[in-house]
């Protein structure tokens, strides 16, 4: 586990974040995108300026009469691939035309492929990519795309689960979101992505706001003593206590004190006698 320099850390990564960030997405349903990148946060954060969405339609991008975007797969077998040229021909006008060429060299601009066999999207991706200007999204589709993609077009392959979505927009659009909240001024409260649940490695603990007593369920006592040293460290044994029940595999990778493991030895040694007497 890591010696506890979890603070330092989460400012640095503030620190290296964009102002604003531009998406290039390439999708053949543009029309998916509307409602969740116009409403809460992101459509205030598009209208700030701080995010900026081009949707690109790949189908716009095929030069046949019938603008066919997916063919079957070479060797048979069930299902339809989606053909490399519009992809490649749409990625690459849109990164070398227009604003791209503005702030950004093309090379510069990751090129990342939405598909269930990316690496796992995580908390850390997301902001390793708040720090970039420019991101295209490929929206995969169907069964699969043309290998050449992801060979030869792709710098990146994220997956947002082990699951199969019908297509990559959802993921793209999850992906959009985690990393503009983490963009200066998008979320009220500038320290909140510090916090978050994983971003330093552990779950958050659980909030509770008015009423004092709900329905004869009462609001830890602690949290109104006026004490922040207390309070503080009950929030960081709940978010230890938390991750050791649902998410253990986080705390190895954890920025951990000395009292932090004090803690879990405790919760540790509370289940072995919960077990042994069980
Ligand atoms: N396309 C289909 N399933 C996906 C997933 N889990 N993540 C990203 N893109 C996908």
Redesign the pocket.
């Known amino acids: 586990m890591h010696a506890p320099d979890g603070e330092q850390n989460g400012e640095a990564r503030i620190e290296s974040r964009q102002t604003s960030i531009s998406f290039d997405i390439f999708t053949l349903f543009p029309g998916m995108f509307s409602g969740p990148l116009d409403a809460s946060m992101l459509g205030r954060a598009r209208e700030d300026g701080v995010l900026s969405v081009r949707l690109h339609d790949i189908r716009q991008y095929a030069t046949d009469k019938h603008h066919v975007t997916d063919e079957p797969p070479y060797g048979g077998g069930g299902g339809m691939v989606m053909k490399a040229e519009p992809i490649f021909r749409a990625v690459e006008s849109v990164l070398s035309s227009s604003w791209a060429v503005g702030p950004v060299p093309p090379a510069d601009i990751p090129v990342i492929l939405?598909?269930?066999q990316?690496r796992l999207?995580s908390q850390e991706i997301a902001q390793e990519l708040s720090t970039k200007r420019c991101v295209a999204l490929v929206?995969?589709r169907y069964e699969g795309v043309d290998e050449r993609i992801r060979q030869h077009l792709a710098t990146d392959e994220?997956?947002?689960?082990?699951?199969?979505?019908?297509?990559?927009e959802?993921?793209a659009m999850a992906i959009i979101d985690a990393v503009t909240r983490l963009l200066p001024g998008v979320l009220g409260d500038p320290t909140a992505t510090v916090h978050d649940s994983h971003a330093r490695g552990l779950l958050e603990g659980p909030h509770y706001t008015r009423p004092r007593v709900f329905r004869g369920w009462e609001v830890p006592e602690i949290l109104l003593s006026g004490d922040h040293a207390a309070v503080a460290r009950w929030r960081r044994e709940e978010a230890l206590r938390r991750t050791f029940e649902r998410r253990p595999d986080l705390l190895s990778d954890a920025d951990l004190s000395v009292e932090d493991h004090a803690f879990l030895a405790r919760l540790l040694r509370e289940r072995g006698s919960v077990q042994g007497r069980g």
């Open positions: 939405l598909s269930p990316g999207f929206c995969g994220l997956s947002i689960g082990d699951y199969v979505l019908t297509g990559g959802l993921a």
